[in-house]
Nanobody, 128 residues
Framework: EVQLVESGGGFVQPGGSLRLSCVASGFTSDYVIGWFRQAPGKERERVSYISTKDTSTYYTDAVKGRFIISSDKAKNTIALEMMNMKAEDSAVYYC??????????????????????WGKGTLVTVSE
């Protein structure tokens, strides 16, 4: 059984930084894993994800240059380093994953429907 467990959400002021982590268990082959977020009244949207096959990454335009996704394959863990945060980054952040040998993710837009497994989410609030 695949499980995704997030940690690291919280409160941060605009311009500040926060780090999210997700531990994945139960995968037996390559997969894509990353972060989606959902703000109140809005649809769930992609943020960033990474391939375990070739470590290629995707970032949505709104976070490029501010967020960095990384993976530790030995620990089955990914992290999202969020910097220069803005109020519009406030949302529940979900770790999500899908099995498959994804590569060259830079321009591949995966939506929530592509992701098979989800964590419970962690709340991120950016405010004064």
């Amino acid at each position: 059984e695949v499980q995704l467990v997030e940690s690291g959400g919280g409160f941060v002021q605009p311009g500040g930084s926060l780090r999210l982590s997700c531990v994945a268990s139960g995968f037996t082959s390559d997969y894509v894993i990353g972060w989606f977020r959902q703000a109140p009244g809005k649809e769930r949207e992609r943020v960033s994800y990474i391939s375990t096959k070739d470590t290629s990454t995707y970032y949505t335009d709104a976070v490029k240059g501010r967020f960095i996704i990384s993976s530790d394959k030995a620990k089955n863990t990914i992290a999202l380093e969020m910097m220069n945060m803005k109020a519009e980054d406030s949302a529940v952040y979900y770790c999500a994953a899908a099995p498959g040998e994804y590569s060259g993710l830079e321009n591949i837009k995966l939506g929530p429907r592509h992701m098979r497994h989800w964590g419970k989410g962690t709340l991120v609030t950016v405010s004064e």
